[in-house]
């Protein structure tokens, strides 16, 4: 299968999967964009790839599949409009990017006959450019009715990407999955650097000191799991450390005190520990805050 691609957005998301789908043998033969910077851009980059204003300038029969890579918030409006337009062949796949809405946003498109749904890359697009050896291997969350999965997944397994069929119905916490995997890895290492910064004598301390652990234990998750890799005083139920470190973050960064409260209790449980030494954790970070200095 080498499948023609048509996108409907220019930002981060279709600008990266246009570049991964052509690296991996694709066409993409139109990208469409209101923004006429966006598609400026978008024309340098793939020259033999017809760039329009307007859904309505569409005017192709050889599109195998359509993304719709754009906001969340646009989608149903998006779909809408490919809908009135009339201007795909019924045979196009049609699929939204976002993880958070159901194949339900495309309910215009479904109505006309389309096969429709949604197949989210579990990735991170932070840049304008997210360049293909990013996209190689991850995960696709698809969802929709049984023909959709079916398609989605031939075309996920064309791009190299490992397809994860999703509950429609729970398809919330599917993405609170991904934010939690994408987002709030880089919160507690934007609060590590904190707490190591405020530690440190040095000036040059922070996060490339931590960074080496970080990467350590992401390799150590790939062949086991996270009960096996967890270590640290919550595992080992030590009282000690754990008092320590609470009354330190109380005294000098009492913003970081809440998650590290919540996340040492979540460890323990990880790591095994009884409800008995559970209790024990949270009553001694709270013994160790209500202290006076």
């Known amino acids: 299968m080498n499948p023609r691609i048509g996108i409907i957005g220019a930002g981060r ?11 991996r043998g694709a066409s993409v033969r139109w990208i469409v964009d209101c923004d006429a910077a966006a598609l400026e851009r978008m024309a340098e980059h793939f020259p033999e790839t017809w760039t329009k204003q307007y859904i309505s300038d569409i005017h192709t029969t050889d599109t195998d599949i359509c993304i719709l890579a754009v906001p969340d918030t646009a989608i149903p409006d998006v779909a809408h409009a490919l809908a009135d337009a009339d201007v795909l062949p019924r045979s196009t796949l049609v699929m939204h990017t976002s993880g958070v809405l159901s194949s339900d946003a495309l309910w215009p498109l479904a109505a ?19 360049g293909p050896p990013a996209l190689v291997g991850i995960g696709c969350g698809i969802e929709g009715c049984d023909e959709f999965r079916t398609l989605a997944s031939d075309f996920a397994h064309f791009l190299e990407w490992r ?5 429609t119905t729970r398809k919330e916490l599917y993405h609170a999955s991904c934010v939690i995997a994408g987002n709030f890895l880089t919160v507690l290492a ?18 490339p000191y931590l960074l080496p652990m970080m990467e350590t234990v992401l390799s150590r998750l790939r062949v086991a799991a996270p009960a096996h890799v967890l270590t640290g005083p919550a ?13 330190q973050i ?10 590290y409260r919540a996340l040492t209790l979540e460890a323990a449980k990880l790591g095994g520990l009884s409800t008995e030494q ?13 202290e006076k200095p």
């Open 235 to 247: 595992a080992r139920g030590d009282l000690d450390a754990i008092t320590a470190h609470a009354r």
């Open 278 to 290: 559970i209790i024990d954790i949270s009553e001694s970070i709270d013994n160790a805050t209500s």
């Open 190 to 207: 934007a609060q590590a650097d904190t707490l190591l910064h405020l530690a440190s004598l040095s000036e040059d301390g922070g996060l």
């Open 13 to 23: 998301v279709g600008s990266a999967l246009a570049h991964y789908a052509i690296s």
């Open 250 to 259: 109380q005294a000098y960064a009492p913003d970081l005190f809440p998650s």
């Open 163 to 167: 397809p994860l069929h999703i509950d």
């Open 112 to 130: 006309r006959g389309y096969t429709c749904g949604a197949a989210h890359p579990m990735q991170s697009f932070p840049a304008l450019h997210v």
